[in-house]
Each structure stands twice: as structure tokens, then as C-alpha cells.
């Protein structure tokens, strides 16, 4: 990996933990309303029952957002073990191609 200046650190940093408190305020919100819909639902304040399908569909979209900002982002040791398994791949194919010549 190259070294980053000390802008480049700051940014990405930045960008990091903007990600990580995304997903931490989008998780609050989720709990809030989901216990509220839940508890409008068990004291009857609402005519319909309490239904599970907002929490397993909102669920969803939080869980594939925790993925991206934990797993997938830029730096996380998945996609950097991943990158450096590509970077190798395609270097022995070019050292391949290079010695049939």
C-alpha cells in the first residue's frame, strides 16, 4: 500500500467514521420507531395489529447498510485481503503472458 499523506489519512478518516455514525444514528432510528410501532400496537392505540413485515424489510436495509460501512468499505480488511488477491492473480498472469513470449 502507498503511503498517504497527511491530508489523505484525514480525509479518509473522515469519511470512515461519517460511515460508521451513519449506520449507528440509522440503527437508533430503527430501534426508536420500531419500539414505538410496537408499543402503539400492545396498548391497542392503533387499529391494526403490530406487524413484523416493517421489521424484517427495514431490518434488511439496515443489515445490507451495516455490511457496506463494516464489510465492504474502502480499508476493511475483507476487501483489502480481497484487492491484494486480485493484485496477485493478475500479476503471475502478466509474469504468465511475459515468459511465453
Do not use: C
Not at 436495509?61 to 465492504?72: D, E, R, T
Request: no cysteine; aromatic share 8%; net charge positive.
Amino acid at each position: 500500500m502507498a503511503l498517504l499523506s497527511e491530508d489523505d489519512i484525514e480525509r479518509i478518516a473522515r469519511k470512515r467514521a461519517g460511515a460508521k455514525l451513519g449506520w449507528y444514528i440509522h440503527a437508533l432510528v430503527f430501534v426508536v420507531v420500531n419500539l414505538g410501532m410496537f408499543a402503539a400496537g400492545y396498548l391497542g392505540l392503533t387499529r391494526r395489529p403490530w406487524s413484523m413485515a416493517p421489521v424484517l424489510g427495514w431490518g434488511a436495509g439496515l443489515l445490507l447498510h451495516g455490511i457496506s460501512v463494516f464489510i465492504l468499505a474502502t480499508g476493511s480488511p475483507l476487501r483489502e485481503r480481497m484487492l491484494q488477491r486480485e493484485r496477485d492473480r493478475l500479476q503471475r498472469e502478466q509474469q504468465d503472458a511475459a515468459g511465453r513470449r
